[in-house]
């Protein structure tokens, strides 16, 4: 059986041990990076199924691997910080980060957000290759973040920016940004032209409310 693998980028010896050993009792597979580079390098030789990204790093934030990573790649990428300022909560989301968990925090419950984050992903390629009959699933790398991809998802099921911000803990004012965001990739001005556009190229997958999203 293949265990999931987790990239876990975090200088603080005692923090990375820790982490991984809660990690590794839940059978994940971890990879351990202590820089931004040495993470990066990793990425270009494995294929980790989430990322656990420290913010202070010794050579490089995190901020900046977050944003490096995301010019290729859509691995879930789950933030690790004792910064709880709201922009840098805000600027970790619009990098593309799928998370955010401040330190301190308790293993068990990072263990358990990595694993809801992982179900997401496996459920959305389910529903994704399922509607499609066979075919692969259409992927939203090189086109959406994963974040962006929940939000265009609940936008396509009514919710409003309201509901859309309580639904993924983010603030009215973040979710706002990411559809500006999501207009300026696919060229339109609405949420009613971008769910348009995105079902014209077959990629909104319709699900019930309170199913796994992507």
Same mark, same amino acid.
């Given at each position: 059986?293949?265990?999931?693998?987790?990239?876990?980028?975090?200088?603080? %010896?005692?923090?990375?041990?820790?982490?991984?050993?809660?990690?590794?009792?839940?059978?994940? #597979?971890?990879?351990?990076?202590?820089?931004? +580079?040495?993470?990066?390098?990793?990425? %270009?030789?494995?294929?980790?199924?989430?990322?656990?990204?420290?913010?202070?790093?010794?050579?490089?934030?995190?901020?900046?691997?977050?944003?490096?990573?995301?010019?290729?790649?859509?691995?879930?990428?789950?933030?690790?910080?004792?910064?709880?300022?709201?922009?840098?909560?805000?600027?970790?989301?619009?990098?593309?980060?799928?998370?955010?968990?401040?330190?301190?925090? %308790?293993?068990?419950?990072?263990?358990?957000?990595?694993?809801?984050?992982?179900?997401?992903? +496996?459920?959305?390629?389910?529903?994704?290759?399922?509607?499609?009959?066979?075919?692969?699933?259409?992927?939203?790398?090189?086109?959406?973040?994963? #974040?962006?991809?929940?939000?265009?998802?609940?936008?396509? +099921?009514?919710?409003?920016?309201?509901?859309?911000?309580?639904?993924?803990?983010?603030?009215?004012?973040?979710?706002?940004?990411?559809?500006?965001?999501?207009?300026?990739?696919?060229?339109?001005?609405?949420?009613?032209?971008?769910?348009?556009?995105?079902?014209?190229?077959?990629?909104?997958?319709?699900?019930?409310?309170?199913?796994?999203?992507?």
């Amino acid at each position: 059986m293949t265990y999931p693998t987790v990239l876990l980028v975090e200088d603080d %010896d005692h923090i990375r041990a820790i982490v991984a050993g809660y990690l590794e009792n839940e059978r994940f #597979r971890v990879l351990e990076a202590v820089s931004g +580079r040495t993470a990066l390098q990793i990425m %270009d030789r494995e294929s980790p199924d989430l990322i656990l990204l420290d913010i202070l790093l010794p050579d490089m934030s995190g901020f900046e691997v977050c944003e490096e990573i995301r010019i290729s790649n859509d691995v879930p990428i789950v933030i690790m910080s004792g910064r709880m300022d709201a922009d840098d909560i805000i600027l970790g989301f619009e990098l593309g980060a799928d998370d955010y968990i401040t330190k301190p925090f %308790d293993p068990q419950v990072l263990v358990m957000r990595v694993k809801a984050r992982l179900l997401r992903n +496996r459920m959305a390629a389910c529903t994704g290759a399922a509607e499609t009959t066979g075919e692969p699933a259409v992927r939203y790398a090189g086109l959406l973040t994963s #974040r962006e991809a929940e939000i265009v998802t609940l936008m396509e +099921r009514g919710f409003t920016n309201e509901e859309i911000a309580q639904q993924l803990s983010l603030t009215v004012g973040t979710v706002k940004w990411f559809n500006s965001q999501i207009f300026a990739k696919l060229g339109v001005k609405s949420r009613m032209q971008a769910v348009a556009k995105l079902r014209e190229m077959g990629r909104v997958a319709v699900g019930r409310l309170g199913d796994p999203i992507l």
